[in-house]
C-alpha cells in the first residue's frame, strides 16, 4: 500500500471512529427515561418507589437503581417523577439493597419531612443509625433528605436483580413532604454506592433513570 493510500485507510478509520465515538454520546444524552406520575391527585398525592442492587437488564446490568410505580402498579425503571404543586407528597420506598453505611452520620438524619421523621417498618425514627443505611433518598432543593435502611447481610430470600417483590427481603420506608412552586428539582442518592467507579460516586450514581433524576412540580 503505497503513502497516499495508507493515509486514505487511516484518516477513514479516524473519521469512522469519531462518528461511532458521537454517536453513542449523542444516543446517551438523547435518550431520557419515561416521567412516572404520582398517584391520587391535589392536594395529596403518593410515590412508590424502590432500589434494587441490580437491574439486571443492558446497558447496565450490574448497576444499582431505583425503580418507579406508575399508577397501573407497573414498575418502570426511571426516575424521573411527576408531582403537583403546593402539595403533600407520601413517599414508600421498599428497599431491597443491603446496608453499605453513611461516609458522613449527617445524612443518617431525617429533614425536610413533614414531622421531621420517617416511618421505618412500622417504628417512626428521626434518626437512622449510619450504618444501617443502603441508600438515600434526597431533593437538595426542598431541604428533603431521608436515610433507607438496608436489608441484613443474613436476611433470607433477598433479591439480586429488578423488579423485586414484597416476599423478598426489604425494609419499607415511608415518610412525606411539601412541594412549592412548579419547577424541575434534581433528585438523587448521597451514598456512593457505585462499585467499581472512583470514589463510589461514578456510573448510576450520576445517571438520571438510576440513582438520581428529577422531580417534575407541575
Not at 469512522?16 to 395529596?44: D, E, Q
Not at 415511608?174 to 438523587?188: A, D, V
Amino acid at each position: 500500500m503505497n503513502r497516499g493510500a495508507r493515509a486514505l485507510a487511516v484518516a477513514t478509520g479516524v473519521a469512522f471512529g469519531t462518528a461511532l465515538i458521537v454517536y453513542y454520546i449523542v444516543s446517551y444524552l438523547m435518550v431520557a427515561p419515561p416521567v412516572v406520575a404520582a398517584t391520587g391527585s391535589k392536594p395529596r398525592v403518593h410515590l412508590t418507589l424502590q432500589t434494587v442492587a441490580s437491574y439486571g437488564n443492558p446497558p447496565h446490568p450490574d448497576w444499582v437503581s431505583y425503580l418507579a410505580r406508575d399508577p397501573h402498579g407497573k414498575w418502570v425503571h426511571s426516575t424521573v417523577l411527576r408531582v403537583p404543586a403546593y402539595s403533600r407528597v407520601d413517599v414508600t420506598i421498599y428497599q431491597f439493597d443491603t446496608a453499605t453505611g453513611l461516609r458522613n452520620p449527617f445524612w443518617g438524619q431525617p429533614r425536610g419531612t413533614i414531622g421531621g421523621t420517617i416511618n421505618v417498618d412500622g417504628k417512626t425514627l428521626n434518626v437512622l443509625d449510619p450504618n444501617l443505611a443502603s441508600h438515600t433518598f434526597a431533593i437538595p432543593d426542598l431541604g428533603v433528605s431521608v436515610p433507607l435502611k438496608g436489608v441484613g447481610d443474613n436476611a433470607k430470600n433477598q433479591c439480586s436483580v429488578a423488579p423485586c417483590t414484597l416476599a423478598q427481603a426489604h425494609t419499607t420506608v415511608n415518610f412525606s413532604f411539601m412541594t412549592g412552586k412548579p419547577g424541575k428539582l434534581r433528585w438523587q442518592c448521597f451514598v456512593p454506592c457505585a462499585f467499581g467507579f472512583p470514589l463510589g460516586f461514578g456510573g448510576p450514581m450520576q445517571s438520571i433513570g438510576w440513582m438520581d433524576g428529577y422531580l417534575m412540580v407541575q
